[in-house]
């Protein structure tokens, strides 16, 4: 407990979100920090900055300018004698996973072609759960682009088990591949068993090696 205690008196943390794409709330932050300590005089050995740096989920939008956020820093350690510590999780691992997912069905609805993919909304939770838009890549590209709007959705029996509407994508089939692109984070870590899926392989991919690092679950793993 006096260890806990000790360290946690030398270290000034904060957090202040996730998915963070504009510098200027973390020069806020900053300097909410320097007013804390020259209000209190204390000399935190470290400062802990959090997390929250976000990255590009689409082509239109950029990533968090880092050079700003590196310049706010340095002012920062320019007034106060400590050490910064960082907790990034998305930044780090979001763009290095992708779900590969299988077309099972392709049902006609009018105007619109619902794309049923073996993934759903328990293997990646993200667009349910809080809207968010995941880019959709074709595995096998070809040309022949499709005059149907596609929607990408899920095979469970929820009307939230549904990731993106696309248009112009090329023309797929049933037994396609797609690629759902940036599920590093937030990905696999709140996916769950819901509706009895079991979840998919975990494979790590380092040039042209290929290692599992989660087998695929079978029904008798989760019952
Ligand atoms: C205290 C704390 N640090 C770091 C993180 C990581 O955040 P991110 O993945 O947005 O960088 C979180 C996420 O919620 C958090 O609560």
Same mark, same amino acid.
């Not at 270290?11 to 300097?31: A, F, N, T, W």
């Given at each position: 407990?006096?260890?806990?205690? &000790?360290? =946690?008196?030398?270290?000034? =943390? ?12 973390? @020069? ?13 005089? %204390? ?13 590009? /989920? ?7 300018? /880092?050079?700003? /956020? &590196? ?6 350690? !320019? ?11 998305? =930044? ?28 759903? +909304? ?7 759960? %809080? ?16 005059? &149907?709007? %596609? ?16 248009? $112009? ?16 984070? /937030?990905? +696999?870590?709140?996916?769950?068993? %819901? &509706? ?5 392989? @975990?494979?790590?991919?380092?040039? #042209?090696?290929?290692?599992?690092? $989660?087998? #695929?679950?079978?029904? !008798?793993?989760?019952?």
């Amino acid at each position: 407990m006096k260890i806990l205690k &000790n360290i =946690s008196l030398q270290c000034l =943390s904060v957090h202040i979100g996730s998915q963070i794409l504009d510098h200027k709330p973390y @020069e806020r932050m900053l300097k909410t920090v320097s007013s804390i300590i020259s209000k209190t005089k %204390y000399k935190f050995k470290f400062i802990d900055l959090g997390g929250g740096m976000g990255i590009s /989920y689409s082509d239109k939008i950029k990533n968090l300018n /880092y050079k700003k /956020y &590196n310049s706010a820093i340095r002012d920062f350690l !320019k007034k106060h004698d400590t050490k910064i510590i960082f907790e990034p999780g998305r =930044s780090i691992i979001g763009n290095t996973g992708t779900l590969i997912s299988k077309i099972i069905y392709i049902k006609d609805g009018g105007a619109k072609k619902f794309v049923i993919l073996d993934a759903a +909304m328990n293997d990646l939770m993200r667009p349910a759960l %809080y809207g968010a838009v995941h880019k959709i890549l074709p595995v096998n590209k070809s040309k022949n682009v499709s005059k &149907n709007i %596609y929607e990408f959705v899920g095979p469970i029996c929820e009307s939230t088990d549904k990731f993106v509407t696309l248009k $112009k994508f090329q023309k797929l089939k049933e037994k396609d591949f797609i690629a759902i692109c940036d599920v590093g984070a /937030y990905g +696999m870590s709140l996916s769950s068993n %819901y &509706n009895l899926r079991p979840k998919p392989v @975990e494979l790590l991919i380092k040039g #042209r090696t290929i290692k599992i690092i $989660k087998n #695929r679950q079978k029904h !008798k793993d989760i019952i």
